[in-house]
């Protein structure tokens, strides 16, 4: 049985800064992150313990370091890894796992899937060079993506290039079952 630092499932808490909004609504920052430890205090008494908690200065790399590098890692050595956000709306799944596509997003602020997909490919590479370099032979890599959007119980290929860009028809050829 896997230990309690070794779990299958891991659950971090990230805490998003206050938006401009918030703060000249003079909201208050309502959480305490105890130093040193994966737990946040909630008012004065309500304490949570998570496998990682990510307070309001915390950087993207930070939490790619902690959450993902070791999924992607493990991707080589044949393991299945899952990582999503949940959350509210605007509680910061989006900045987090980094799908607002943006060209001009700056590196330090890239989210997790650009940083998995740049490590994903730069580990394939680093194999092969190494596999050349002891004159063994290469070994071949398949990478395939989908890209999908689930909203009000629709599912939307956001690849199928044939999709009216402007959205007018959101229809979709892919069905949602309850069961098989
Ligand atoms: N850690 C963060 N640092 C700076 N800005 C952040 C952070 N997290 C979120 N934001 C900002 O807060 C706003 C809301 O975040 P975001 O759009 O990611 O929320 P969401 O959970 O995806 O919401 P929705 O469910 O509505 O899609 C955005 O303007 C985003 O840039
Ligand atoms: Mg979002």
Do not use: W
Not at 26 to 47: F, I, N, R, S, Y
Not at 53 to 81: P, T
């Amino acid at each position: 049985m896997a230990s309690q630092n070794d779990c299958c499932v891991k659950v971090s808490l990230r805490i998003r800064p206050q938006m401009a909004k918030e703060k000249i609504e003079g909201c208050h920052v309502c959480t305490l992150v105890t130093p040193g430890e994966p737990q946040v205090l909630l008012g004065k008494d309500k304490a949570f313990t998570y496998d990682f908690v990510f307070d309001i200065d915390s950087a993207q790399k930070q939490i790619y370091a902690a959450c993902v590098h070791k999924l992607i890692e493990g991707c080589f050595d044949g393991y299945n890894a899952t990582v999503f956000a949940y959350g509210q709306t605007g509680s910061g799944k989006t900045y987090t796992m980094g799908t607002g596509f943006d060209v001009n997003v700056q590196e330090e602020e890239q989210g997790i899937i650009p940083r998995a997909v740049h490590h994903l490919f730069l580990g394939i590479k680093e194999r092969k060079t190494q596999a050349q370099q002891q004159g063994t032979h290469p070994p071949e890599f398949k990478v395939s993506a989908q890209f999908l959007e689930l909203y009000n119980e629709e599912i939307l290929d956001l690849f199928d290039g044939a999709r009216d860009p402007d959205c007018k028809s959101r229809k979709s050829n892919i069905k949602i079952h309850e069961d098989s």
